[in-house]
């Protein structure tokens, strides 16, 4: 089983044709309201973060160690300029809810509960010390909280 916060993931939101995933790490597996949940944390200059926001669902897809070479472009590259998954030769897959691909071993199709920005004044002043330094990888707005009831588990 993937280990969130170790293992690097793709979040997907959207429908076929038109949809569009990026690389996660900050994120967890836990329970809410009596309810499995996915938890994820997505900045609102992503791309996909208008594809999470305007859709009911959301997947999170895990790989095989031998596709870890991916997230040199979902991670870094905009789905505005460039098309990630041809760039990357992955097999896009639609499910019952949502978008994922093939070659995923794990995948978690969530329904979205909750999105929320985190607020600055209840952020570590040397975390948003990050968020405020444009040489670091977090710079800008502060991070959307994106909850998702997790309504399938496909392990391959």
């Known amino acids: ?6 293992d690097l993931a793709l979040i997907t939101a959207g429908v ?4 569009n ?3 996660i790490l900050y994120g967890g597996i ?3 309201w009596y309810k499995d949940v996915y938890f994820a944390f997505v900045k609102p200059e992503r791309y996909t973060y208008e594809f999470i ?4 669902y959301f997947t999170v897809s895990y790989f095989p160690d031998e596709y870890n070479h991916i997230h040199e472009i979902f991670g870094y590259q905009s789905g505005r300029d460039l098309d ?3 760039e990357t030769g992955l097999t ?4 019952h809810h949502g978008m994922a691909f093939k070659e995923a071993n794990e995948i978690f199709v969530c329904k979205k509960m909750y999105m929320k920005q985190m607020d600055p004044d209840f952020i570590p002043p040397e975390v948003m010390a990050m968020y405020n330094d444009p040489k670091n990888l977090i710079y800008g707005q502060t991070h959307y909280l994106v909850v998702g ?3 399938e588990l496909i392990q391959r």
């Open 1 to 6: 089983m993937a280990v969130v916060g170790k």
């Open 16 to 19: 076929p044709g038109y949809n």
């Open 21 to 23: 995933s990026m690389t």
């Open 30 to 32: 836990g329970k809410l």
């Open 53 to 56: 926001k305007n859709n009911d």
């Open 84 to 86: 990630k998954v041809k």
């Open 92 to 95: 896009p897959e639609v499910l």
């Open 149 to 151: 009831e997790v309504e």
